[in-house]
């Protein structure tokens, strides 16, 4: 049974970093594509970046770029995303996310927030 488990969020200040993590299991892991969204309050699910395969090409939305990086460890079958420079606007549920069309699963999430 395929299975996407996230850790690693938390409370943060504002202009702090956290590294989220995603552990695979139940499937082959470096067959899939690998994205993270977040969801924050009131709000639609959105993708914050997406990383391919073999890691070897990586995209992200706009907003994040340069602040948020997405990457992988086929050997481990873990996703990470590194965030730095948080702004109180990052607080949202972040989410694992794996894709070999037709199949895709999710993780539960990692709540992040950032406050002082």
């Known amino acids: 049974q395929a299975r996407l488990v996230e850790s690693g969020g938390g409370l943060v200040q504002p202009g702090g970093s956290l590294r989220l993590s995603c552990a695979a299991s139940?499937?082959?892991?470096?067959?899939?594509?690998m994205s993270w969204y977040r969801q924050a309050p009131g709000k639609e699910r959105e993708l914050v970046a997406t990383i391919s395969r073999s890691g070897g090409m990586t995209n992200g939305a706009d907003s994040m770029k340069g602040r948020f990086t997405i990457s992988r460890d086929n050997a481990k079958n873990t996703l990470y995303l590194q965030l730095i420079s948080l702004k109180p606007e990052d607080t949202a549920i972040y989410y694992c996310h794996a894709r070999l069309w037709p199949w895709e699963y999710w993780g539960q999430g990692t709540q992040v927030t950032v406050s002082s």
């Open positions: 139940g499937f082959t892991f470096n067959n899939y594509a």
